[in-house]
């Protein structure tokens, strides 16, 4: 984006905020718009087998429902499952931990707004940042049967600049960024609501069975590998996948899936969803 040219990550995430609000002001999503707190508006997808929660990516600074928009649908119409596309406060507006509280109450009041899904088999997917998200808000929500986490990044403690070089990805600062913008105490970030690569086995042994999604161009990938063999050492069933592919490419790719379903980069996303899926149900028995 050229009008990005010179700007600080703090003033990219305004200004792309600005640019999505107006574009999802005039979308016709897939997902019906739902509010449950101020500000805030999820897209809601109905279903019948299970319900998932989504979470999306984007540095916690930046991206809204709308970049899943189409990914939540091909779950609804694939798989049968209701799908709450969640909303959430961005963190140059506000950090932790206002994320996980708002997408921890938005599923229990979307959960009372719903009375039929409440017996279903509920599932939390997050993508990168939201990853993060979703495995914060699995450990504050007593009914998750599954996660499924696209690309994770779990680690905000470490030094970034620590991570494998690799090209066309994110460099040093923007990591930086992000992690300061959502949790400015160094003091926290080794907290497993925060970086749960920390968590401890005794807590890691409620974690439930779990998909891990590692894309190998990507200077996140250790952060998934580390989180599955916590999973690994608390015996809690999960599956390791690693894509040749960089950081995003579900999110990505997903958008296209209606538009260029053949597509081959499209058609992976597809087959690595499909597969991820299909564990879960599995796994939870759907």
């Known amino acids: 984006m050229d009008q990005e040219e010179g700007l600080t990550t703090y003033e990219k995430a305004v200004l792309r905020e600005k640019e999505a609000q107006q574009a999802f002001a005039q979308a016709h999503p897939y997902g019906e718009k739902l509010s449950f707190l101020e500000g805030l ?38 798989f049968g499952y209701a799908v709450l596309n ?18 921890v109450s938005e599923t229990q009041l979307f959960l009372e707004k719903y009375p039929q899904y409440r017996t279903l088999p509920l599932l ?38 620590t991570r494998p070089l690799l090209p066309e990805t994110f460099p040093n600062f ?28 005794k807590t890691a042994e ?11 161009r990507c200077r996140l990938q ?34 296209s899936i209606f538009l260029t379903p053949e597509d081959p980069s499209v058609m992976n996303a597809k087959a690595v969803t499909d597969q991820s899926f299909l564990y879960l149900a599995e796994q939870a028995a759907i």
């Not at 809204?64 to 091909?74: F, K, M, P």
């Open 174 to 201: 923007l990591l930086d960024d992000w992690v300061r913008m959502y949790c400015p105490d160094k003091l926290l970030r080794k907290h497993v609501p925060v970086s749960p690569v920390y968590m401890d086995e």
């Open 222 to 255: 250790e952060d998934g590998i580390r989180f599955h063999e916590i999973l690994d050492a608390a015996h809690v069933n999960n599956l390791l996948l690693s894509v040749d592919e960089r950081h995003g490419f579900i999110e990505r790719h997903m958008r």
């Open 41 to 78: 508006t999820c897209l809601y997808y109905p279903g019948a087998k299970a319900v998932v929660i989504d979470i999306h990516g984007g540095g916690f600074c930046f991206k809204s429902v709308l970049d899943n928009d189409a990914y939540c649908a091909y779950i609804q119409k694939t």
């Open 124 to 161: 939390l997917v997050g993508h990168s940042s939201g990853a993060n998200l979703a495995v914060a808000s699995t450990l504050r929500l007593s009914r998750v049967r599954g996660c499924l986490l696209d690309y994770p990044f779990l680690d905000l403690a470490r030094n970034q600049a």
């Open 206 to 216: 409620t974690f439930p069975p779990s998909v891990i999604t590692v894309a190998k």
């Open 86 to 103: 969640v909303d959430f406060t961005l963190s140059f507006k506000k950090g932790y931990p206002t994320q996980i509280l708002e997408i």
